[in-house]
């Protein structure tokens, strides 16, 4: 992991690394002010592990480019992947609580990231207390969507989850402002098999059944996203799609038979 340094002087000459790239949804005002205590950049390499569970919660981290899986250790040492985390997205949220990191942040491919002390962070909002609120109050809501898409994931079919994550990443790169229909998984089919709780033949199985049914493209990690319409009617009732109904108009989804 390679650290540089944003000096002072260079943030007040020079376009910062992080600007732009804080999510569209933080208040305009808090952006600019997070901005502004940047400290670093850092680089890492694909499997190269930010922070441990459990260190001291001392940072912020905000994804430029590339990504992260957060891993939890159970009691019984067998780790699960509970999140991803893309650019754009700020990574460290869960240590508020307990001021200690709950996960292990790990680079899912080499990444640029945003380090912000919160210590620097504290002190900038501290001189306008509703600035530290909508902070927390982004936080509490990204917290609570984690918690929520985890829990839809534990009751949903293996057909469900795969077309949920793939719509689900599809809408994130569509708020984005990027292109949405074809992009690259950044994790390998193990990784995406414990995020979502099925083993990584399950995962090849469905990709290999979506592009049968010209549903999607499949070439390695990149993925096409041919037509919506099929997704969501298994992420709707968790139907089987026979090969020919995947370019018929939505209307006729009813025909379908159900799992």
Partial sequence: MKRHPIPAQFRSHHPHPCDGNLPADLNAVLRQRVTEAAEATLELSRGE????????????????????????????????????????????????????????????????????????VESIVGADRS??????????????????????????????????????????????????????????????????????????RLLSHLQELGVVRVDKRLIEILSEDPLRAWLDGAVTLPASSCHKPAAKRAALKLA
């Fill in 49 to 120: 592990t930010l922070v441990h569970s459990g260190m001291p919660f001392k940072h912020l981290y905000l994804v430029v480019s590339g990504g992260f899986k957060a891993v939890e250790i159970g009691e019984d040492g067998q780790s699960q992947i509970v999140s991803f985390h893309y650019a754009r997205e700020l990574m460290g949220l869960s240590g508020f609580a307990q001021q200690r990191y709950t996960t292990d942040l790990i680079a899912l491919a080499p990444s640029l990231i945003c380090e912000f002390s919160m210590a620097a």
């Fill in 131 to 204: 600035l530290l609120n909508h902070l927390l109050a982004y936080a509490s809501e990204s917290l609570a969507r984690a918690e929520h898409d985890q829990f839809r994931l534990g009751s949903m079919s293996a057909t469900q989850k795969i077309a949920s994550f793939l719509l689900h990443r599809q809408e994130q790169l569509r708020q984005a402002g990027e292109k949405c229909d074809q992009f690259e998984l950044l994790m390998t089919r193990e990784e995406l098999g414990s995020y979502l709780g099925l083993s990584m033949e399950t995962i090849s």
